[in-house]
DNA sequence: TATTGTTATACTCTATAACTATA
DNA sequence: TATAGTTATAGAGTATAACAATA
């Protein structure tokens, strides 16, 4: 056979089924690596987000979930010295989060020791990468509600 | 050709950060829908991996975690009526979960309330879902670490 | 009055270790 | 001895509500 016709479309519930599983495994493999360096998702996650500086109230919109949260998370990275709160400019109720140089050393290191991911994406083609990325990149603002108007 | 090189093979950085955007954007969409039941994310999970009956120790490892926790999990979704114990039939020790008509109601209803991956899923063209699924089981076993020998 | 960050509280998830009852 | 499930414990994540400082 030839290339046409002999794929059939995935329903959407195997398709869910799919990410489901593939979303798990890339967690676990997050987890695992941010583990090895003696973080816990939720603060490797925080680490990654405050790769530029943030401020707290803004932290919690991004890890979707509630401010008061946060305070303890970053509590535990400003201890572990991955992170500080800084005053900022214009107001002073604002506290933001500013990555340190060490920090920002063990979130290289947790990306480059996921080894599945890393596997995982060797096995692909290039046009798997391509079109990969560019369905991410096309379902991302509907799957996460940041629909254009 | 029409149809090459004008798009540029993403670097593994980019398609690691575009997998991981999406994974927790439809994680969000999940654990929001089984919070809408009442549920929490870890049970909604179990509750999934409960479609067959399941000894509470094989539970464990699906569920990624310590068989300890598996305890305080199944006594929830038990008094929620959502899944309960059975005697296994050889072997006295095991213990085997199994899921309520209740039970599976509530999922289906978890599974068709995932609406933004729902409407995600539908921008896709049926090209595109071919690709992804076909991906996604492609790159499975590599990245949940069961590597055909 | 409204907002930012924090604290207090309560519940869930998590791993480790010790226990029981079977095998 | 080894295994399945539980319990006890302690630490972390989570949301809600109340609070201080600032806007």
Redesign the pocket.
């Known amino acids: 056979m030839g290339s046409t016709a002999t794929t059939t479309v995935p329903t959407n519930g195997e398709l869910m089924e799919a990410l489901a599983a593939v979303g798990a495994a890339y967690f676990q493999d997050f987890a695992a690596a941010a583990s090895r360096h003696g973080?816990?998702?939720?603060?490797a996650?925080?680490l990654g987000a405050v790769q530029e500086p943030v401020?707290?109230?803004?932290?919690?919109g991004r890890?979707?979930?509630?401010?008061?949260?946060?305070?303890?998370?970053?509590?535990?990275l400003e201890s572990l010295g991955l992170a500080h709160?800084e005053a900022?400019a214009?107001?002073?109720?604002?506290?933001?989060?500013v990555i340190t140089e060490q920090g920002r050393e063990i979130l290289g290191l947790i990306r480059g020791e996921m080894i599945r991911t890393h596997q995982a994406i060797g096995t692909m083609t290039d046009e798997q990468r391509v079109a990969l990325h560019s369905v991410c990149v096309q379902v991302l603002p509907v799957l996460s509600g940041r629909t254009a108007p």
């Open positions: 973080l816990s998702s939720s603060q996650k925080a401020p707290m109230r803004a932290l919690a890890l979707g979930c509630d401010a008061s949260n946060v305070t303890g998370i970053v509590d535990r709160r900022a214009g107001d002073r109720r604002v506290k933001i989060v």
